[in-house]
T-cell receptor, first 112, second 114 residues
Framework: NAGVTQTPKFRVLKTGQSMTLLCAQD?????MYWYRQDPGMGLRLIHY???????AKGEVPDGYNVSRLKKQNFLLGLESAAPSQTSVYFC???????????FGPGTRLLVL | AQTVTQSQPEMSVQEAETVTLSCTYD???????LFWYKQPPSRQMILVIR??????QNATENRFSVNFQKAAKSFSLKISDSQLGDTAMYFC???????????FGTGTRLKVLA
């Protein structure tokens, strides 16, 4: 039981490049989330999904897109990376009732 | 809009001592949940403890307990018998039922001293 996994662990991009971050969970959770963590700012919600085929905007969605084609996967895309998107990105999943979130190990992204 | 405030950016405690981390939140709603997450140097976010707002009894998980004061909108975390492995960032989080969204505080960096 791997829990929540994220790919890749670390990536360096040049301004304007695109990339996709993959999040996978094997706990059959309905809800999935993408956060970014910046120094002194805690975790901020980018996008989230309440089920397969659904997505919704969070607090800081600009510059990102997401897709949830399969229940176990939640993809975060950067179409044209900017230095302001340098951050650590966390994926999380959760289930109704307890509302506890389970986090992946994070992806560190550096945009030059 | 809901907000979460952690007013202590950094704290330290001697090994085996007790420390309390503070968290306050602002909401006009009644049906919500509160969480404490731990983020050690490995960066992995780990759930420490959760509290349902409708429960008056404070949650406890081994050495970790909370002091939930609903009227004061306060949710502090007490760590007893602190261990070196408790050194981490601690985040308070608020979840409002029906919104599916969590709001995190800015964190408190705790250092346990040998």
């Amino acid at each position: 039981n791997a829990g929540v996994t994220q790919t890749p662990k670390f990536r360096v991009l040049k301004t304007g490049q695109s990339m996709t971050l993959l999040c996978a969970q094997d706990m059959n959770h309905e809800y999935m989330y993408w956060y970014r963590q910046d120094p002194g700012m805690g975790l901020r919600l980018i996008h989230y999904s309440v089920g397969e085929g659904t997505t919704a905007k969070g607090e800081v969605p600009d510059g990102y897109n997401v897709s949830r084609l399969k229940k176990q996967n939640f993809l975060l895309g950067l179409e044209s990376a900017a230095p302001s998107q340098t951050s650590v990105y966390f994926c999380a999943s959760g289930v109704a009732g307890s509302w506890s979130q389970y986090f992946g190990p994070g992806t560190r992204l550096l945009v030059l | 809009a809901q907000t979460v405030t952690q007013s202590q950016p950094e704290m330290s405690v001697q090994e085996a001592e007790t420390v309390t981390l503070s968290c306050t939140y602002d909401t006009s709603e009644n049906n919500y949940y509160l969480f404490w997450y731990k983020q050690p140097p490995s960066r992995q976010m780990i759930l420490v403890i959760r509290q349902e707002a409708y429960k008056q009894q404070n949650a406890t998980e081994n050495r970790f307990s909370v002091n939930f004061q609903k009227a004061a909108k306060s949710f502090s975390l007490k760590i007893s018998d602190s261990q070196l492995g408790d050194t981490a960032m601690y985040f308070c989080a608020f979840f409002l039922s029906g919104t599916y969204k969590y709001i995190f505080g800015t964190g408190t960096r705790l250092k346990v001293l040998a």
